[in-house]
């Protein structure tokens, strides 16, 4: 085991494997490619050991240059994908095999196309010592691949966690044994948004709320987004496969995450079994569900002077508030049930100052 910052890894692969991996792949290409010299073209930061690596085991002339591209936010990107370094000019009529470390969703071998897309090279395949084929979109065909891999954060052999980790010689992948993650329950007023900011700090843990998912989703106009408003427009709900979706692509775009707080979802014992069977597949679970209990007459008058700041008039009405609590209670009673069965419910008593109900939400969790 290994820690880097505040996280901990354990080995995956060693040296031997990741060297015996390249030099299968530098053989395969070397043998299309005998007739020509190819420029291979290494993704930086984290293809440098693989690039260096497999040019000695390609046995045939050839060149090399280097692109760099990296996200706005670093491991929590959004997608948006910038160019630091760009494509080199003796490409022209060439062939080129872009040389990557690690191919996931696809987002930056999008980029990498349209980067080639406006030069004129003769041949332009890809090459990935590292693939996870289970999240990758698909859109564009991987000609070489060295390992084919879980979706599992991974550091070593130039793969970075916050820029730690490049230098090791062998691979090591995020240890989850202690992951936590929550379904936050709670009637409207009960303090989830503020609860949840104050565990995501403590723990390192990832808020997915499903209306800010939903509302980034459609501002953004994603697939997803533009899905889920074509539903909305038409005046249907959405689908639970949809909004699932959407969750998938939250939890897959924050590896670094040391569990998740589900805040909106699930609200059907259908999307309760959803969720269990996508984190399952994550090889993560629902820890715990909480929620967050208050009486109704309490959480009315919060409500209520909520509305007066907030100027939000479904908090002005008092039968449009007990409306949404009867709505909750309707929705949450199978909820309830089926996580009593797993022996994940817990309710925690939300009336009291800010800190004394944040120690009661860490009582729980730290029996975790």
């Known amino acids: 085991m290994i820690k880097l910052h505040d996280k901990v890894f354990k080995p995956f692969l060693t040296e031997e494997q990741i060297l015996e991996a390249i030099e299968k792949m530098a053989l395969e290409i070397a043998k299309d490619y005998q007739d020509t010299v190819p420029i291979f073209i290494g993704v930086l930061n984290g293809a440098f050991m693989f690039v260096s690596d497999f040019l000695k085991a390609y046995p045939h002339p050839c060149e090399v240059s280097f692109v760099r591209l990296s996200s706005y936010q670093g491991l929590t990107s959004t997608g948006i994908v910038e160019t630091l370094l760009d494509v080199p000019e003796n490409v022209e009529g060439r062939d080129v ?212 700041e907030s100027g939000r008039s479904d908090d002005q009405d008092e039968s449009k508030i007990r409306n949404r609590f009867d709505e909750y209670n309707e929705k949450t009673a199978p909820l309830k049930a089926y996580y009593q069965k797993q022996g994940k419910f817990h309710s925690v008593n939300g009336i009291g100052e800010i800190i004394e109900i944040t120690e009661r939400l860490n009582a729980v969790i730290e029996q975790l």
Do not use: C, W
Not at 103 to 115: A, E, N, S
Not at 211 to 232: H, P, Q, W
Not at 254 to 268: K, M, Q, S, V, Y
């Open 97 to 308: 095999i872009i040389l990557e470390d690690v191919i996931d969703t696809g987002r930056t071998l999008k980029q990498l196309v349209h980067l080639f897309s406006g030069t004129n090279v003769r041949q332009f395949k890809i090459a990935s010592l590292f693939y996870k084929s289970e999240i990758y979109n698909g859109e564009y065909s991987i000609d070489y691949v060295g390992l084919e891999i879980p979706d599992s954060f991974i550091v070593g052999y130039g793969l970075d966690y916050k820029e730690l980790g490049r230098n090791l010689r062998q691979v090591y992948q995020l240890n989850q044994d202690n992951m936590i993650n929550l379904v936050l329950f709670g009637k409207p007023g009960a303090g989830k948004g503020t609860q949840a900011g104050l565990l995501k700090e403590k723990y390192n843990l990832k808020h997915i709320s499903t209306g800010d998912v939903f509302r980034y989703n459609m501002k953004n106009d994603t697939e997803l987004g533009k899905l889920a408003k074509s539903y909305i427009d038409r005046g249907d709900l959405v689908p639970d496969e949809v909004t699932i979706n959407m969750l998938k692509a939250e939890v897959e775009k924050n590896p670094e995450a040391a569990g998740f707080i589900f805040d909106g979802f699930p609200r059907t014992e259908a999307q309760a079994e959803a969720l269990d069977n996508f984190l399952e597949s994550k090889g993560m679970q629902v820890d715990a569900t909480i929620a967050l209990e208050a009486e109704d007459d309490i959480l009315i008058a919060r409500l209520l002077e909520r509305g007066k």
